[in-house]
């Protein structure tokens, strides 16, 4: 078998693109998202939305007065859909097409920088993830702030007994050969009607490829302890953990 590489990705989102358009429209901030933002970012900033999907974070923090943000994602169809919104709200944003691992960005272009709804860990590879994570240190100014979210392996209790089954398939051998490490699985997710690639971390990893890529963590916290969420953000993501980093 092929080992999952970046067209699975793009694949896996290309039929999903008009459900995101629709929770775009919809949803808008969560709380947290709303907590972290305000508290960290400034109207000035030029602001880079890496994976912003169809928009939901951009838009809804342009509509906020931070008109000096990019969005960028990796997949032609969603950023299809991005413009398409963009053209009915007469709203000025730039979309951009391309790869995390390779910013098409100069040095310190950018005060700030976003990576959403657990997008770092739909990069394959450690390498390719700590990859990004220097593009993105490289691409913001000296003490720019980013802000991701990933999943967190030792958090949830319902899902123990899973990783522990998974720890023996990988240890004996037998995990699927398209995955490349433990954590790595394959998800509908909420939103999904294909499967997708997804690493999923414990924190002690994020912090390492923290470290590797330069960064300093300045805050972190698991969404639901701080958090109420509404029911339509719930249906569409799960619980994550939130990094503001510099």
Excluded at 30 to 36: L, N
Excluded at 52 to 71: A, D, E, N, P
Excluded at 194 to 219: M, S, W, Y
Aim: one cysteine or more; charged letters at 30%.
């Amino acid at each position: 078998m092929d080992k999952i590489e970046k067209g699975f990705i793009i694949n896996s989102f290309h039929e999903a693109a008009p459900l995101y358009a629709d929770a775009t429209k919809k949803i808008g901030l969560w709380q947290s998202e709303k907590y972290a933002f305000e508290k960290y970012f400034s109207q000035d900033d030029k602001i880079l939305d890496i994976g912003c999907g169809t928009g939901r974070t951009t838009f809804s923090l342009y509509k906020q007065g931070f008109h000096k943000i990019t969005g960028f994602n990796l997949t032609p169809a969603m950023l299809q859909e991005a413009r398409k919104i963009s053209r009915e709200e007469n709203l000025d944003i730039p979309f951009i097409l391309g790869d995390a691992t390779d910013l098409p960005f100069y040095n310190s272009s950018f005060d700030k920088a976003i990576f959403t709804f657990n997008g770092l860990m739909q990069i394959p590879q450690r390498k390719n993830r700590i990859l990004a994570l220097k593009e993105i240190n490289r691409v913001l100014v000296p003490d720019g702030i980013f802000i991701f979210t990933t999943h967190d392996r030792d958090k949830n209790e319902n899902y123990l007994n899973f990783w522990e089954q998974e720890e023996m398939i990988w240890c004996e051998g037998k995990q699927d050969d398209r995955l490349y490490e433990f954590g790595d699985i394959f998800t509908s997710g909420k939103t999904l009607q294909k499967d997708t690639f997804l690493h999923i971390p414990n924190q002690r990893e994020v912090f390492d490829c923290l470290n590797e890529a330069g960064f300093t963590v300045l805050e972190s916290f698991y969404r639901s302890e701080l958090f109420h969420e509404s029911d339509d953000v719930i249906t569409f993501s799960s619980d994550c953990r939130f990094w503001i980093v510099k």
